[in-house]
């Protein structure tokens, strides 16, 4: 995951932003159910190289979003007004609309941290409302007319908020402080983030206020009253996100199972068993992952081509043939005493170009030490 990181890293900017590397690993050789085990940051999600589906828990919200991430954020969001009324009889209407919305597979998406994920097939929806006010005529004084605002010392609390997804049941917030300060019509109402677990296949939904009492001061230009109870009624916003991709059915056989062995040697292209110990010619392209890393490395490292002929004459698409043959005579070698006791070992010299290779091919120098 590191490599992959890295190439990440590299491309950011360009159009492409996806990076590939192989990995290869032993299994016993009738083994049909391989699974793949990939950890980042702690949470790790699993893979069945047999039926090519994900192995639970996999949740859905981190294959939602089309660019990546562990988040989808909302794609169209309603305003409302709310109303509220002061014990005096004066409407303090409040402008309701939702900043931020988005369903995450970790909680709290605000603090950034990618804790546990809720239970399978759940998701968190975290929202941030904003409340500003409405200017609204008072009583004439100097032939002007002053606008009468509602002020919030604390935020909604979370209970009065509920989140009914489409074709489900009302969910009730969860409340965590809001980032940031308050902006100047900021009412203060919903300086908070509100947070609702709901199924994660959620497309759409209404948020709601509930009505009722609230602690609040009505301002005006002059300044603002004591708190008092101030009169909210009910509101809706309307919430969508995108859908949710097709699930693949499960394959029942992979398709390489019972088919032709690969070219991967004299023997798959159909040449007669060697006897053990015998040293087999290499056919062009016998080893076609071979050349596809060498070549794909050299791609990414900008590299042209590699002296890989007599005289060191450039090869700018290598063979795994010739790439073989420039590790003739690599070996180690053992020295022992006449009691069969070994003595000393003597590592391999490998040469620059050797060493290349090893690196493009993305394995340690250190194997022939």
């Known amino acids: 995951m590191t490599a992959l990181d890295a190439a990440l890293l590299d491309a950011v ?9 192989t990995f290869c690993a032993s299994v016993p050789a009738r083994t049909h159910r391989v699974v793949l085990a990939m950890t980042q940051d702690g949470y790790t999600q699993h893979l069945d190289l047999w039926t090519l589906r ?4 996999a949740p859905a919200i981190l294959y939602r979003a089309q660019t990546g991430g562990f988040s989808v954020a909302a794609t169209s969001t309603a305003t409302t007004t709310l109303p509220v009324s002061a014990p005096t009889g004066a409407e303090l209407p409040v402008h309701v609309s939702a900043s931020a919305a988005v369903l995450s597979t970790f909680r709290p998406l605000v603090t950034g941290a990618a804790t546990t994920p809720p239970p399978p097939g759940a998701a968190y929806l975290d929202v941030e409302l904003l409340g500003t006010y409405l200017a609204h005529p008072g009583p ?11 002020a919030f010392p604390t935020p909604l609390p979370a209970s009065r908020l509920t989140f009914t997804p489409e074709g489900g049941k009302p969910v009730t917030a969860t409340e965590l402080p809001a980032a940031g300060t308050r902006g100047g019509y900021d009412t203060g109402l919903f300086h908070a983030w509100y947070v609702f677990n709901v199924p994660e296949a959620t497309t759409a939904g ?15 230009l002059v300044g603002c009253s004591p708190t008092e109870t101030l009169a909210l009624g009910a509101a809706r916003i309307a ?6 991709p097709s699930v693949r059915p499960a394959q029942k056989r992979p398709p390489r199972v019972g088919a032709p062995l690969p070219p991967t040697g004299a023997e798959a292209l159909g040449a007669a068993p060697r006897p053990r110990g015998a040293v087999a010619s290499v056919p062009s392209s016998g080893f076609p992952l071979m050349e596809l890393e060498v070549r794909r490395a050299m791609a990414h490292r900008h590299i042209d081509s590699l002296a890989l002929y007599p005289e060191e004459h450039p090869s700018t698409a290598p063979s795994a043939q010739r ?3 420039v590790f003739t005579g690599v ?3 053992r020295l022992f005493d006449a009691e069969g006791t070994l003595v000393q070992t003597f590592a391999p010299v490998i040469t620059l170009l050797q060493e290349q290779l ?12």
């Open 13 to 21: 900017g360009v159009t492409d932003t996806t990076a590939s590397k």
């Open 54 to 57: 994900r192995v639970g828990p």
């Open 140 to 150: 004439a004084t100097h032939g002007a007319y002053v606008p009468y605002t509602a």
């Open 206 to 220: 209404t948020l709601a206020v509930a009505p009722g009492p609230c602690t609040g001061q009505v301002c005006a």
């Open 239 to 244: 919430l969508r996100f995108p859908a949710p």
């Open 323 to 325: 790439m073989i043959e």
């Open 331 to 333: 070996a180690r070698h």
């Open 358 to 369: 090893l690196d493009l091919l993305g394995v340690p120098a250190s194997v022939y030490a």
